[in-house]
């Protein structure tokens, strides 16, 4: 499993466009499964949509492509 820090050494990416927290399984050419935490406290989550708080599509695609990077 790779942490944040880890993720900083591979990605050049940083707050508030890294969109992963943890990488948890890698098997190398064929998959990664990363994860992240979403509060209500992120950029994205400023807006309110009647008690949701949805991770916008064009960055759940930009999470994925961070992910697809390992």
Same mark, same amino acid.
């Given at each position: 499993?790779? =942490?944040?820090?880890?993720i900083?050494? $591979?990605?050049?990416?940083? !707050?508030?466009?890294?969109?992963? =927290?943890? $990488? ?8 990664? $499964? ?9 950029? !994205?989550?400023?807006? +309110? +949509?009647?008690?949701? +708080?949805?991770? %916008?599509?064009?960055? %759940?695609?930009?999470?994925?492509? %961070?992910?697809?990077?390992?």
């Amino acid at each position: 499993m790779l =942490d944040i820090t880890e993720i900083k050494k $591979v990605l050049p990416h940083r !707050f508030p466009f890294l969109l992963i =927290d943890r $990488v948890i399984e890698v098997e190398p050419g064929k998959r990664v $499964v990363a994860i992240k935490n979403i509060t209500v406290n992120e950029v !994205f989550s400023q807006e +309110y +949509y009647g008690g949701l +708080y949805p991770m %916008q599509g064009v960055l %759940q695609v930009e999470a994925m492509a %961070q992910t697809a990077a390992f």
